[in-house]
Nanobody
């Protein structure tokens, strides 16, 4: 089972920057993809960015050019560098990891962190 712990959220003024981190721990064989999702009040959770084991990435159109996702495989950690933040970026940001457990009975995992609040004041 994988545990994910996010950090780095907070309050920032519009135009500012924040860096989110997420560390994966627990018992698993490998992590195939790690990503960040966000959910604003009254809205559905949406994908922000994802990075795969081969380092390929995808971003939501709304954050392209402003956010950068990166990963330290040795530390099982994913980062989200957020620049030029806007009020519409305010949300709870969740870390997600998908991978292989190494267990025959439950071969795959899809884990979520508890979320970290990002608030951008205009």
């Amino acid at each position: 089972q994988v545990q994910l712990v996010e950090s780095g959220g907070g309050l920032v003024q519009a135009g500012g920057s924040l860096r989110l981190s997420c560390v994966a721990s627990g018992s698993f064989f490998s992590i195939n993809a790690m990503g960040w999702y966000r959910q604003a009040p009254g809205k559905q959770r949406e994908l922000v960015a994802v990075i795969r084991s081969g380092a390929s990435t995808n971003y939501a159109e709304s954050v392209k050019g402003r956010f950068t996702i990166s990963r330290d495989n040795a530390k099982n950690t994913v980062y989200l560098e957020m620049n030029s933040l806007k009020s519409e970026d305010s949300a709870v940001y969740y870390c997600n990891a998908k991978g292989v457990t190494g267990s025959i009975s439950v071969p795959l995992f899809d884990g979520w962190g508890q979320g970290t609040q990002v608030t951008v004041s205009s």
